[in-house]
């Protein structure tokens, strides 16, 4: 069974500071990685994709990926209280599947 | 922007009732969805299509069948709903060009008493 892993947290982060998000993978043949947010009772949206090793930056936003140690990581930088929300890190798997981890909460104060 | 609807938000059925629930999706994507959504067992999937009237089952396919009779509309269905399928359902999309972005529906909470 392909597996994706995430720290359900809460993850607690003054506003201002940094919220480091992670998530370990266990197919080694997935290529591409994406990660969600999903505010309390609504539906998941697409905040960022990464298909290569390194960084991609996208505004407050970076996502880190390192195929060899199968890990994914989703920097938020300037946090904000309207960041607090569920995080889900998703892993391309098979035909245009994904699998998503459980997610990991976090709890911007303002 | 991607847009997918789906037809309720709020559902409430009886046990034994059969249920539709209907997607749309408005920018010409080959693959179709349907994700279950439950506390502490995250977004697990029932059934996709990557074609019109073709379906393949997920994770999860045990009572429940999928329509795909047009590229924009995927329907599920729950033959005779159940107490333990009370859960948020989730629709998504993607497009076979797009190394496998999806984009979600609004959800439908559905609640079987």
């Known amino acids: 069974q392909k597996e994706v892993e995430q720290n359900s947290g809460p993850l607690s982060v003054p506003e201002g500071a940094i919220a480091s998000l992670n998530c370990t993978y266990s197919d080694r043949g997935s290529q591409s990685f994406f990660w969600y947010r999903q505010y309390s009772g609504k539906s998941p949206e697409l905040i960022m994709s990464i298909y290569s090793n390194g960084d991609k930056e996208d505004g407050r936003f970076t996502a880190q990926l390192n195929k060899a140690s199968q890990y994914v990581s989703l920097l938020i930088r300037d946090s904000q209280p309207s960041d607090s929300a569920t995080y889900l890190c998703a892993v391309g798997t098979g035909f245009q599947k994904l699998v998503f981890g459980t997610g990991t909460r976090l709890l911007v104060s303002p | 922007d991607v847009k997918v609807t789906q037809s309720s938000r709020y559902l409430v059925k009886r046990t034994g009732e059969k249920v539709f629930l209907e997607c749309v999706q408005d920018?010409?994507?080959?693959?179709m969805f349907w994700y279950r959504q439950d506390p502490g067992l995250g977004l697990r999937l029932i059934y996709f299509?990557?074609?019109?009237?073709?379906?393949e089952k997920g994770d999860i396919p045990e009572g429940y069948s999928v329509s795909r009779e047009k590229k924009e509309r995927f329907s599920l269905i729950l033959e005779s709903a159940s107490t333990n399928q009370t859960s948020m359902y989730l629709c998504?999309?993607?497009?076979?060009?797009?190394?496998?972005?999806?984009?979600f529906g609004p959800g439908t909470r559905l609640t079987v008493t």
């Open positions: 299509s990557y074609d019109v009237k073709m379906k």
């Open positions: 998504a999309s993607s497009s076979g060009r797009e190394m496998y972005e999806q984009y």
């Open positions: 920018m010409d994507h080959e693959n």
